[in-house]
């Protein structure tokens, strides 16, 4: 688990921007749910939500909550997901990006 250098445990909140081709909405909501489906029984998952830009429809970002940086790791490197992803990526304009932040 992720540790600050005070020794504090830290949760970790997930940061991912996508861009949808707007052709492409629908087939990318359903793998958006089957991806949180999926998340909701990883190991360290928290909580999640999916914003909408308010001036761009097809700017999406997802902001997850894990236990750990290392929780997070290991369900973005699962094979499940993987193959979701590859997925997803197709459907987007940019490649999706992803930010991971810690609590300070």
């Known amino acids: 688990m992720a540790k600050r250098q005070w020794g504090m445990a830290m949760a970790a909140k997930i940061i991912i921007n996508r861009e949808v081709k707007k052709s492409k909405v629908r087939e990318f909501l359903k793998l958006l749910e089957e991806l949180r489906k999926r998340a909701i029984s990883a190991k360290g998952y928290i909580s999640g939500e999916t914003l ?11 902001i997850s909550t894990w236990d750990s940086v290392e929780e997070w790791g290991s369900w973005e490197k699962n094979p ?25």
Not at 52 to 62: C, E, H, K, R, W
Not at 82 to 90: C, F, P, R, T, Y
């Open 80 to 104: 499940e997901r993987e193959e979701i992803q590859l997925k997803i990526e197709k459907l987007m304009v940019r490649p999706t990006k992803v930010n991971i932040y810690t609590n300070i």
């Open 52 to 62: 909408q830009a308010s001036d761009d429809p097809y700017n999406l970002i997802v």
